[in-house]
């Protein structure tokens, strides 16, 4: 099954058509080398041929017959050793003299040139060798044959031949070990990450894909793929904290409203006490529809669909209109707000009502943790280069271990749970800033909390660096 697998992975298979394509190439390369290197032998021995011929040339000119006669049977004794082939033969073409015993059977071309085969019998063994030579017809009518033993240069080319052969064979059984070990090597990590991905679909969110540290691709995929599951985990986790926290938050204010509803049924109720079970069923079923339309807000904000909608927002005409509406809520309860802008736009590009909706829960629970007398400042600043949106309060504040679990869902540092609130106000506000690539930060007052909501500034030019009538506005009592 694992050779199975071996021999029909995609790594193999390409390692095996980059071989023959590569080999093609490299034969073809081969094959013109050889064929060059064998052109250059044979046009070696046409010049030595052609040179001893001119060398017979002229001695048969000083000489006549019996000169070249002399001179052929001088270097035909010598043709051991240079592998030259001489014969002078008559005009039937008996042999006269040289180192052959007859005159060829083969035809010459055009210009002279023949080749044909020499069977040479030593120590009751026969070898043929193969020769080439040019023929020429003397004015007494002789042959003259010149030539030279070709055998040397057919060894050679049998031998290239025959070692190119194994190289091919080798490099191809090289080319095949080589595929299966990478091939082997690829799927080994590949198994890995199946391996480790059944896990992961089996319930056991912890497992992480093993990564090597030579930062190769295979690290890179399995570092992106872990930090996904570190993720996923993360949302896995805190899905199973919100439904956790949402079945015990819900759970009371559902159970008062059945009680409520079940006292309505009763015959020996006035009508005045049905009328004040029924305004507090409505208000607990209203509390019960805010804290669902905060969990969808959230779930709004995080998907980042409101993005579609996005357009450019003054927020110190928000803040002004914040100003405007809890100003008298805050004097109602026996506190102060204060606002501070500089009265230019400080424009960003949002969702106004997202926004407004923070700004709204973070003075919101401002005005519920607050200690009468107290004030509640909200400032509207530029921050290097974005806008700040700061509210501080002097209440209990946030303990400093809780406050990196503020943000989440349904978060309460009252564990008991008696004041009014569904923990949801937070994680909405920090929802809403990361949807428009801003944070909210939260810190200590002391007392009290600081929240500082900083958004990007719109780039578009709407900011304007102008002075508005409202310059340096700061709020006493609002």
């Known amino acids: 099954m694992k050779a199975h697998r071996l021999l029909t992975s995609s790594v193999f298979r390409l390692t095996l058509v980059s071989t023959l394509i590569f080999g093609a190439i490299a034969a073809g390369v081969v094959a013109l080398l050889y064929r060059s290197s064998t052109e250059a032998v044979s046009r070696q021995i046409d010049a030595t041929i052609e040179a001893e011929i001119a060398g ?28 030259g082939i001489y014969l002078l033969a008559s005009a039937d073409r008996r ?27 030593t120590d009751a063994r026969t070898q043929l060798h193969h020769a080439r030579g040019r023929v020429f017809r003397l004015r007494n009518g002789l042959w003259l044959l010149v ?8 060894r050679i080319a049998e031998l290239v031949e025959n070692r190119l052969l194994w190289a091919g064979v080798i490099a191809v059984g090289l080319a095949v070990a080589f595929g299966a070990l990478l091939s082997w090597l690829i799927l080994r990590r590949i198994d890995a990450i199946t391996a480790t991905s059944r896990e992961i679909m089996a319930g056991d969110l912890s497992r992480r894909i093993p990564a090597a540290r030579g930062g190769d691709e295979f690290d890179r995929l399995a570092q992106s793929l872990n930090a996904m599951l570190d993720q996923n985990e993360r949302l896995f986790r805190g899905l199973q904290e919100v439904a ?29 006490q049905k009328g004040s079970l029924t305004e507090e069923a409505i208000a607990e079923a209203d509390r019960l529809l805010r804290t669902f339309a905060a969990i969808l807000s959230i779930a709004q904000a995080e998907s980042g669909a409101p993005k579609r909608g996005f357009e450019p927002v003054d927020l110190t005409v928000l803040v002004e209109d914040l100003s405007e509406l809890y100003g008298p809520l805050a004097e109602d309860a026996g506190m102060t707000l204060g606002v501070e802008t ?23 629970n401002a005005l519920k943790y607050a200690r009468e007398g107290k004030r509640i400042d909200i400032r509207l600043r530029r921050d290097e280069g974005k806008a700040a949106v700061e509210i501080r309060d002097h209440g209990p504040g946030i303990p400093a271990e809780a406050l990196g679990k503020a943000k989440d869902r ?37 007392p009290g909390l600081v929240a500082i909501l900083r958004l990007p500034l719109d780039t578009s030019g709407a900011n304007s660096d102008k002075q508005g009538p409202g310059e340096n506005r700061t709020g006493g009592d609002a």
């Open 342 to 364: 500089d009265g230019r736009p400080l424009v960003v590009s949002g969702d106004r009502d997202l926004l407004f909706q923070v700004c709204v829960n973070l003075v919101d």
């Open 56 to 83: 017979l040339a002229e001695q048969y000119a000083q000489l006549g017959t019996t000169g070249l006669v002399n001179v052929i049977k001088r270097r035909a004794s010598l043709a051991g050793r240079t592998g």
């Open 95 to 121: 042999p006269i003299a040289g180192n052959l015993n007859r005159w060829p059977d083969a035809e010459p071309d055009e210009n002279g040139w023949i080749r044909f085969s020499i069977r040479e019998t």
């Open 147 to 154: 030539g030279h033993d070709t055998g040397e240069q057919t």
């Open 410 to 446: 349904f978060f309460r540092v009252e564990t008991s749970r008696t004041t009014e609130g569904s923990g949801l106000g937070l994680s909405l506000a920090d929802a809403v800033a990361r949807l428009h690539d801003g944070e909210l930060e939260l810190g200590d007052n002391g």
């Open 244 to 272: 956790q926290n949402i079945a015990h938050d819900l759970r009371s204010p559902l159970g008062r409203l059945r009680a409520r509803l079940e006292r309505l049924l009763a015959d020996s109720l006035t009508d005045a």
